[in-house]
């Protein structure tokens, strides 16, 4: 039996009806055309499929959709509406991912890192990004990304506190 959710999509009141069983991610891609987050292994392990869910990332894979009634969800599409995020350019001018299929994952779990701890050290950004396997690049340019973008926060946070 379907039930109606509502939930907020990167901004923007959504409503539809879902099966007990809809899974978010299919959800997103598939009705509300949401194409970010990826489908890779189904379950919880690549971080593919990561969302922001009432402020924190989850696997939408693991996700029923009819849990989204109420909540809020931004992808990385929402993340972007206004352009790129200084991480996401630091990302293409550093051009540290090369196929690209692990990205929005990648930013959205760095993302949420440089909000709840805007100055991690290496070991910091390993630990935050464990949950998003990347099996082309290599993680080396993408830590040393955050590393940078988080580096320039804080020198502008204390160029600004003078």
Known sequence: ???????RLNGIERSLFVEPNDVLIDVLR?????KSPKIGCDQGDCGTCTVFFNGKTVRSCLVLAIEADGGEIVTLEGLSENGPTPLQRAFADRNAFQCGFCAPGIILSATELLQKNPEPDRHEIQEAIAGNLCRCTGYT??????????????????????
């Open 1 to 7: 039996m379907k039930t109606e959710i509502t939930f």
């Open 30 to 34: 598939t009705r509300l055309g949401i």
């Open 141 to 162: 340019p993408v830590i040393d990304v955050i590393a940078e973008v988080a580096a320039k926060k804080t020198a502008g946070k204390n160029r600004k506190s003078r």
